[in-house]
């Protein structure tokens, strides 16, 4: 079975907090993909992973790390992020991923990728501060009517956290201000990114231009480029030649 579709809802979760990936490494050594949800609940509610005082804060961390990386009713999606995630633990590749998993299955943060921080990128230098992501939210408002109810106090935060995603995972820099820059994104965030579209149900055809891989900073060249890479070292089938795409995942890919 595949994976769930993307999320394209508006919500308002970066209110509360940003990527949490001090929580989230913390909780994945006792994570199984087939279980996600359940564990990493026994893992910060009873076994207390986190080290949180009370109950009510244990169940406050859990419910917005579940939030973030292990859904209610996305098993398959849970199952695909974790097993990725505890297969490339590093510095690099595991705040990429969960910047991944994150755009998958929050609608703001992949309108924020590809409406505001993908434009910028492609003109670097930028220092920026909560109020430019306030002025997207705003505009946002026209135009959805969840975004309408968003206090003023909400947008704020909301913009404030969304910062601190993109300095966790290697988009930003600074403190207050922050100093936007285009960052490596390794080869395991793409390949990850591709299972999901191609087991969600995406064409492999239209796989490398999907708005997903822009909402991640990248170029079509820069998609290109990176499957090549990992057709070169077997991991996929890829190729493109006059416009044509050619891509093949392994059996039961959506799964690894």
Request: net charge neutral; charged share 25%.
């Amino acid at each position: 079975m595949g994976v769930e579709p993307r999320s394209d809802e508006l919500s308002s979760r970066l209110a509360s907090q940003g990527a949490m990936l001090q929580e989230l490494r913390a909780t994945l050594p006792f994570v199984t993909p087939g279980a996600a949800r359940a564990d990493a609940r026994r893992a910060v509610l009873d076994q207390n992973v986190l080290m949180r005082r009370t109950v009510g804060a244990r169940e406050k961390v859990f419910r917005k790390l579940a939030e973030r990386y292990f859904p209610n009713g996305k098993p398959r999606f849970a199952a695909l992020l974790v097993n990725a995630l505890q297969q490339r633990a590093d510095e690099v590749e595991l705040p990429a991923l969960a910047y991944v998993g994150y755009l998958w299955n929050d609608g703001l943060a992949f309108d924020l990728g590809l409406g505001w921080l993908a434009r910028r990128l492609e003109t670097l230098p930028w220092r920026v501060e909560t109020g430019d992501v306030e002025s997207h939210l705003e505009a946002l408002a026209h135009q959805n009517p969840e975004a309408r109810r968003w206090a003023d106090s909400t947008r704020e935060s909301m913009a404030q956290h969304y910062l601190g995603l993109l300095r966790d995972c290697g988009f930003a820099t600074g403190a207050r201000v922050k100093q936007l820059r285009r960052p490596f994104v390794p080869p395991s965030a793409i390949l990850m990114a591709t299972r999901m579209l191609v087991s969600s149900g995406e064409a492999t055809t239209k796989v490398p231009e999907h708005p997903l891989f822009a909402a991640m900073g990248l170029r079509i060249q820069d998609v290109l480029d990176a499957l090549g890479e990992l057709a070169s070292a077997g991991v996929i089938g890829f190729d493109s030649q006059g416009g044509v795409v050619r891509l093949t995942l392994p059996e039961g890919s959506d799964r690894s």
